[in-house]
């Protein structure tokens, strides 16, 4: 078995795994870039492979595994309805299994194995590459989201951390950009969802500072704070999620005045009906349900 540092390395790195868990323990993106720097830790890699659908992450995601060197395996998701809900499936942890097993049987070189997951999916592969193969195994996941069992079963662990130094302050620029895109511009389908909220403020012309990661930041700050809500409605083709803008929200508030815009005479949306309403309403003025303070943005900043 290899050394610490020493022989070739294989990266496989269950992308839609790491990257929400980022979202959902540190609030925000993952660098993309540091992953290889994790792996190179444990020795020279030689293979480096990222499974996601794309198409469900934003295109700055893909840019920086090809700038850092790892192959991105594109694994479209599968949509299919039941009981009339839209549902997805996706096959990418399979490819994952597959291309592992494949390195093991034909890359023999291939010494140590950083598999980047949290999903206890991986252990048999684990304990099949190493107890064949004699190979070593080290799980980095991202703290809090990583089956005990997987550790267990690969013996080793060098877990993601987020990176130094990031602040909520730091992202107000781009929020205030953001927040005011979405109050002047009406896109051409009429309303927003948060893929189309991200490719806007990607889009120079659009003024939002900041790198793609920023942006993306800015935006998940945007939702876990009340900035944005979302609800969903059924469109002539199928049911969306449409986001949208809180003006009832202070911070919200203090950029509409800023930039000298009005205000939404109807800035509240009713969660059982949809309706519009004023602000500080307590009904509903088409259904009747009570509206909560929280509804219209009581909450602080």
Request: hydrophobic share 40%; proline share 5%.
């Given at each position: 078995m290899q050394g610490a540092g020493t022989g070739e390395v294989g990266l496989f790195i269950d992308l839609e795994n790491i990257r929400y868990s980022f979202l959902n323990v540190y609030q925000i993106e993952p660098n993309v870039?540091?992953?290889?720097?994790?792996?190179?830790?444990?020795?020279?890699?030689?293979?480096?492979?990222?499974?996601?659908?794309?198409?469900?992450?934003?295109?700055?995601?893909?840019?920086?595994?090809?700038?850092?060197?790892?192959?991105?395996?594109?694994?479209?998701?599968?949509?299919?309805?039941?009981?009339?809900?839209?549902?997805?499936?996706?096959?990418?942890?399979?490819?994952?299994?597959?291309?592992?097993?494949?390195?093991?049987?034909?890359?023999?070189?291939?010494?140590?194995?950083?598999?980047?997951?949290?999903?206890?999916?991986?252990?048999?592969?684990?304990?099949?590459?190493?107890?064949?193969?004699?190979?070593?195994?080290?799980?980095?996941?991202?703290?809090?989201?990583?089956?005990?069992?997987?550790?267990?079963?690969?013996?080793?662990?060098?877990?993601?951390?987020?990176?130094?130094g990031f602040t909520s302050d730091s992202l107000i620029t781009s929020v205030e950009a953001i927040?005011?895109?979405?109050?002047?511009?009406?896109?051409?389908?009429?309303?927003?969802t948060i893929r189309l909220i991200d490719q806007w403020s990607r889009d120079s012309r659009n003024g939002v500072p900041g790198s793609d990661p920023d942006k993306s930041n800015a935006i998940s700050y945007m939702l876990r704070n009340g900035l944005m809500r979302r609800y969903k409605t059924v469109t002539d083709v199928r049911e969306v999620t449409i986001s949208e803008l809180n003006e009832c929200h202070p911070m919200v508030r203090r950029f509409i005045i800023s930039s000298g815009l009005e205000f939404d005479p109807l800035p509240v949306r009713c969660v059982e009906c949809n309706t519009r309403n004023v602000a500080e309403?307590?009904?509903?003025?088409?259904?009747?349900?009570?509206?909560?303070?929280?509804d219209w943005g009581e909450q602080p900043a």
């Amino acid at each position: 078995m290899q050394g610490a540092g020493t022989g070739e390395v294989g990266l496989f790195i269950d992308l839609e795994n790491i990257r929400y868990s980022f979202l959902n323990v540190y609030q925000i993106e993952p660098n993309v870039s540091a992953f290889i720097e994790k792996a190179r830790k444990h020795g020279r890699v030689s293979v480096a492979m990222a499974y996601a659908d794309f198409n469900e992450h934003p295109q700055w995601v893909r840019r920086g595994l090809d700038v850092a060197g790892i192959t991105a395996r594109d694994v479209p998701v599968r949509r299919f309805v039941r009981e009339g809900q839209e549902r997805l499936k996706s096959s990418a942890d399979l490819h994952m299994l597959m291309d592992i097993m494949e390195t093991a049987l034909d890359r023999p070189q291939v010494g140590t194995y950083v598999l980047m997951t949290g999903d206890s999916d991986y252990i048999r592969v684990i304990t099949w590459i190493k107890n064949r193969f004699d190979k070593r195994v080290i799980i980095s996941g991202v703290p809090g989201t990583i089956s005990a069992d997987l550790v267990a079963a690969a013996g080793e662990a060098d877990h993601l951390e987020a990176g130094q130094g990031f602040t909520s302050d730091s992202l107000i620029t781009s929020v205030e950009a953001i927040a005011l895109m979405v109050k002047r511009c009406v896109p051409p389908t009429g309303f927003w969802t948060i893929r189309l909220i991200d490719q806007w403020s990607r889009d120079s012309r659009n003024g939002v500072p900041g790198s793609d990661p920023d942006k993306s930041n800015a935006i998940s700050y945007m939702l876990r704070n009340g900035l944005m809500r979302r609800y969903k409605t059924v469109t002539d083709v199928r049911e969306v999620t449409i986001s949208e803008l809180n003006e009832c929200h202070p911070m919200v508030r203090r950029f509409i005045i800023s930039s000298g815009l009005e205000f939404d005479p109807l800035p509240v949306r009713c969660v059982e009906c949809n309706t519009r309403n004023v602000a500080e309403t307590p009904q509903c003025a088409e259904c009747g349900c009570t509206i909560a303070p929280a509804d219209w943005g009581e909450q602080p900043a």
